[in-house]
């Protein structure tokens, strides 16, 4: 992802934030601000707790489930990452949902993980995918 965009200065959206690593490298890279959404509240508390331990003071946590968010989110982002559970029955739809509501700005990048049993390769706005052993990535612009 490093030669596709570059993280200073962009606000990213991370859905099904999980224990916040993602969020928390995307910070560690100099973006300005991160927004995470977590549902599961074991998960959660462990992203405040390691927020509050390094002083991180521009990630907001916001514990909802994905798709509420993505229905009521008014906002738009420089890079959206998403790692959903694999077997979730909405997963094939969240590129739909992400360009349908105009999160991402223009020239952004969603960046959707995913199991081989996805294929985002005929969806309008695709433009690269990447395999590294059972982890798929689809970019999408």
Known sequence: MNNRIDFEGIDVLDLFAGTGSIGIEFISRDCK?????EQNERHSAFIRKVCTELKITNLSLIKTDVFKFIDTC???????FADPPYELVQLA??????FAKKLLKEDGLFVLEHSSKNNFDQHPHFVDHRNYGNVNFSFFQ
């Open 33 to 37: 601000s991160v927004i995470s959404i």
């Open 93 to 98: 739809q969240i590129p739909d949902l992400i």
């Open 74 to 80: 008014h906002a738009q982002f420089d890079m959206i």
